[in-house]
């Protein structure tokens, strides 16, 4: 759908168009000059594949698939492969400039990539899914690698599908590679703490924000909504650190508690009832409802487009950890400035996954792996440094969070690309 063409609505829900608003006003603000400002909108490389995979039934079926590096000036790409029967080239440009910004945000020596499989998983078998992974691997061999392009797991792909884009790699190059994606299991290279990773940044930003507004983390009552790996790994650290979580949200339902959740108790409800709601110790509640909660902080870890036009104004939590991506729309970002609602933005908050790819990377680059302790007090370095980086350029340059992150992250970029001149 063209962007001209869309309404007021589709516009303001078009996640691609909110970050393109995003980085037209971080560039604005940095001054950037046009030349360096085009280089930084356009993908270096881009490459789209159309491969033969033999069905279950014997049938023969074409796969479309994609790899897009958006920029390799601060090192190789990095970003997820997703397999959906909508993927576009347009989303996977888009999606590959979203991790540069976020791997230069938390100043990892990363750019960004993308990829992405045009099928439907619900309907592929287990086996016809691997070969259309191999036959992918085998038309990105020389485009993807330790030092060009380091993929890993997206919607619908998982430790799984690393283990055989690995081997695939690896059979092409006649030695075992397991440092071409992140994301893979223990046993294959992958590292300590990637699972809870992305939950535990968000928790160490909350922590820091939190100590920022003079609050007293151990007096906190936070919101989640979305129990799955990032907002069920955030609510039980937050839990740990002493945080309240007084309300969980779910696609069919919140529950509410003003004294605080037992997070594994909810846990264990869920996995034997296969719901939250009608959890004995709290009382449910309409899930639009929950998030409007008056709390500490309110951290949206399910989907995208949460926070609108339409709610922004209602919102009643100091803080918003933004677990998910792009769950807060442009237009709520003006809302939510204009209220002094303390935001952190998603390629900050959650930019903690990311990060302990990196250092699954570097771990199977020295072939010696570290502890749990390693992995996450090196993760709360990097997210604490991060948090303050944008702070402070929020500060220095009287703007909100969101656009200082873009300006910090596009500001490097821009300075990578600079130093290395342009090769001709
Ligand atoms: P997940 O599928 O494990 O969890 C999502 C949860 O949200 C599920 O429990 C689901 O039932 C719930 N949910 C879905 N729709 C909902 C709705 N309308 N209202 C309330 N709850 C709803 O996914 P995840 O890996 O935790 O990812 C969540 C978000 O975080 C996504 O936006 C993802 O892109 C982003 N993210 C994830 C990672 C990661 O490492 N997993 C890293 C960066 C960003």
């Known amino acids: ?159 799984q599908t690393m283990a055989w884009i690995m081997d695939t790699y690896s059979m092409h190059k006649r030695h075992t590679e397991t440092a071409v994606v992140t994301g893979k299991p223990l046993d294959l290279g992958g590292s300590r703490g990637r699972p809870e990773a992305t939950g535990r940044g968000c928790m160490i930003v909350t922590w820091e924000a939190l100590r920022k507004l003079g609050i007293n983390p151990s007096n906190t009552n936070v919101v989640i909504q979305g129990f799955g790996n990032v907002g069920g790994m955030a609510a039980r650290l937050m839990s740990r650190a002493g945080m309240r979580i007084v309300a969980i949200i779910e696609y069919d339902g919140a529950i509410y508690n003003p004294h605080g959740l037992d997070v594994d108790a909810v846990a264990r409800h869920r996995r034997e009832t296969g719901s939250i709601l009608d959890f004995p110790e709290a009382e449910n509640m309409d899930r639009d409802e929950a998030l409007l909660l008056e709390c500490h902080v309110l951290l949206p870890a399910a989907k995208e487009n949460v926070i609108t036009s339409q709610n922004a104004d209602k919102i009643r939590a100091q803080i918003i950890c933004e677990g998910a991506n792009g769950p807060t729309t442009a237009l709520a970002d003006k809302i939510l400035e204009e209220r002094g609602i303390f935001v952190i933005p998603d390629i900050l908050a959650n930019a903690g996954g990311v990060t302990v790819s990196y250092f699954e990377w570097v771990q199977d680059r020295q072939g010696f792996f570290w502890n749990a302790q390693l992995v996450n007090g090196r993760l709360e370095e990097i997210m604490v440094n991060a948090f303050r980086d944008v702070v402070g350029y929020a500060e220095k340059h009287k703007v909100n969070n969101r656009i200082a992150a873009y300006m910090l992250a596009m500001d490097r970029v821009a300075f990578a690309v600079k130093l290395r001149g342009i090769y001709a």
């Open 1 to 159: 759908m063209s962007a001209e063409l869309a309404s007021p609505i589709q516009r303001e829900f078009n996640p691609w168009l909110a970050a393109e608003a995003r980085f037209d006003e971080a560039a604005e603000r940095l001054g950037l000059d046009e030349g360096i400002c085009k280089i930084l909108r356009t993908p270096a490389r881009e490459l789209t594949v159309h491969i033969p995979v033999q069905l279950d039934d014997g049938r023969l079926e074409i796969f479309t698939g994609y790899r897009v590096q958006h920029s390799i000036a601060r090192g190789p790409g990095k970003g997820g492969i997703r397999f959906a029967p909508d993927v576009t080239l347009d989303e996977v440009r888009a999606l590959a400039a979203w991790m540069t910004w976020k791997c230069a945000v938390v100043n990892i020596p990363f750019g960004g990539a993308k990829g992405g499989v045009v099928c439907d998983p619900a309907v592929l078998s287990d086996g016809e899914l691997e070969r259309i992974t191999r036959r992918y691997t085998a038309e990105l061999v020389e485009f993807i690698g330790p030092e060009s392009d380091v993929p890993a797991p997206d919607m619908n792909t998982n430790a």
